[in-house]
């Protein structure tokens, strides 16, 4: 199955996107995670995206895109794969069906902008693998390092209050319309994001017939 989560930045893809990526044993592929891999190794992508990331700005479609077709083209997306952040245009939406990459479900997850700015807050990320946390909603078990590898947690350069703003003026004006064109395909699902991580999960799984 190929699926695309969708929402504003903090709605809870990644978190979600990681459970499903479990359940159904298909890769979570994150372009943001996969900027900032290529910003912490100085890659040509990385360099370039660099000022984009930090100030919350979307990247250019050539370097996101390139980004994305080289990982949709290794082995272990043949059996499907998750999308979380992209596409985040209709360009980028187009560039998908010119790759000719069938989507089969597209989940949106509905939260508030007043929830978002409260979430990204508390949102913390592991400095090693990049797994995600939330010291309320979905804290590590020790408190303080990472579950999976034992990383430091710090808070996201883009978490900023100021720049979260701008990452939701941008989440509404570029990337909201997708849902119309999703829709318009039959393919959107909406699922309103509650306030536990489990609750959400549940609806999600529900959503795509796993439960
Ligand atoms: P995310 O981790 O999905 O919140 O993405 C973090 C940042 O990476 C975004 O604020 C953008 O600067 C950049 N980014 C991630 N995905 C995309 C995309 N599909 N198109 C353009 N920029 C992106």
């Known amino acids: 199955m190929n699926i695309i989560f969708f929402g504003p930045p903090g709605a809870g893809k990644g978190t979600q996107a990681e459970i499903v990526s479990k359940r159904l044993q298909i890769p979570t592929i994150s372009t943001g995670a996969m900027l900032r891999e290529a910003i912490k190794k100085e890659t040509a992508s990385g360099l370039s995206a660099k000022s984009y990331v930090d100030s919350g700005a979307l990247v250019p479609n050539e370097v996101v895109i390139g980004i994305l077709k ?84 710090i808070v996201r350069r883009d978490d900023d209050p100021a720049v979260v703003k701008s990452r939701l003026d941008t989440y509404h004006e570029e990337t909201e319309p997708l849902k119309a064109y999703y829709e318009s395909k039959g393919i959107l699902k909406k699922i309103i994001g509650q306030e536990e991580v489990a609750d959400t999960t549940k609806l999600t799984l529900a959503a795509l017939g796993i439960e």
């Open 70 to 153: 080289d990982r949709l083209a290794e082995e272990d997306c043949k059996n499907g794969f998750i999308l979380d952040g992209f596409p985040r245009t209709i360009p980028q939406a187009e560039a998908l069906e010119k790759m000719d990459i069938r989507i089969d479900v597209v989940l949106s997850l509905e939260v508030s902008d007043e929830t978002i700015v409260e979430r990204l807050s508390g949102r913390r990320l592991c400095a090693s693998c990049g797994n995600p946390y939330h010291v309320k909603y979905n804290p590590p078990k020790d408190g303080s390092r990472c579950d999976k590898c034992g990383g430091e947690l």
